[in-house]
């Protein structure tokens, strides 16, 4: 099982450079014709470069619009939030998208994986379209889908999989391109506890070798315990960052 390392002796963590920086981040909605629905209220916190770091609040209280918030894939209603010094609300959709290509890794609650690609052929297509040949994201898609426990299922479609297998494809898609900061939603929901301890190593050992920022969505107290810290959102506001924790 993977050591919990707290956030204030994680040797990872360049404390003086934040990843991801939001400031009076706001996202209202209209539900109906004049219903104002405020999903993220004034949203501000950090996380630092190499931190390994839960969003946990319960169901409702804006985890998931956050999330995708950061990862440009819902404009703010109002406020800044930058991922490694770039302005997210300042781009525009190609922007944004080029910037997930490049930078982010997303794990989608819901997988989003193409059906009509093999667990392979989802996995390798990111690095297609970052200039990869077929060979060399073959082998590197290979060793990513043998390392999470899929590599006699390469060939399979994903409606040939079952639910916790598509899971390890959209993360194994979500790591492929090395990227700078990873935004997970619910990223182990779907698996039991010896994979969830399996991903969890993965996510730890990346973390550390490569120095990857993670930022995870969950429910899960256990995922929390460890991570570097937890923040905390409830009725769309951050109630806690875990920065006041000194032990």
């Avoid at 099982?1 to 990843?19: G, K, S």
């Avoid at 490569?210 to 930022?215: E, I, R, S």
Wanted: net charge negative; aromatic share 6%; proline share 3%.
């Amino acid at each position: 099982m993977t050591e919990q390392i707290n956030y204030t002796t994680n040797p990872n963590v360049d404390w003086t450079t934040p990843m991801l920086d939001l400031h009076g981040v706001n996202k209202k909605y209209l539900e109906g014709t004049d219903a104002e629905v405020h999903a993220v209220r004034n949203a501000d916190f950090k996380v630092y470069k190499g931190e390994m770091v839960a969003l946990m609040g319960p169901s409702g209280s804006g985890k998931t619009t956050l999330l995708n918030l950061i990862g440009g894939l819902t404009p703010a209603t109002s406020g800044s939030i930058q991922i490694n010094d770039i302005e997210v609300t300042d781009l525009n959709e190609e922007e944004r998208t080029k910037l997930r290509r490049n930078s982010i890794g997303y794990i989608f609650q819901h997988f989003n994986l193409l059906e009509f690609l093999t667990a392979e052929q989802n996995v390798m297509l990111p690095l297609l379209t970052q200039g990869y040949s077929d060979a060399q994201a073959k082998r590197r898609t290979t060793m990513m889908l043998r390392e999470l426990g899929l590599g006699g299922r390469l060939e399979h479609f994903p409606s040939e999989l079952s639910g916790g297998q598509e899971q390890r494809v959209a993360i194994g898609r979500s790591l492929i391109t090395n990227p700078a900061i990873i935004l997970g939603d619910e990223p182990t929901g779907d698996l039991d506890r010896s994979a969830e301890e399996g991903v969890l190593n993965m996510f730890r050992r990346i973390n550390k070798e490569k120095k990857q920022t993670l930022l995870l969505v969950t429910h899960s107290e256990w995922i929390g315990s460890k991570c570097d810290r937890i923040i905390r959102i409830e009725n769309g506001e951050i109630v806690q960052t875990g920065l006041e924790v000194t032990s």
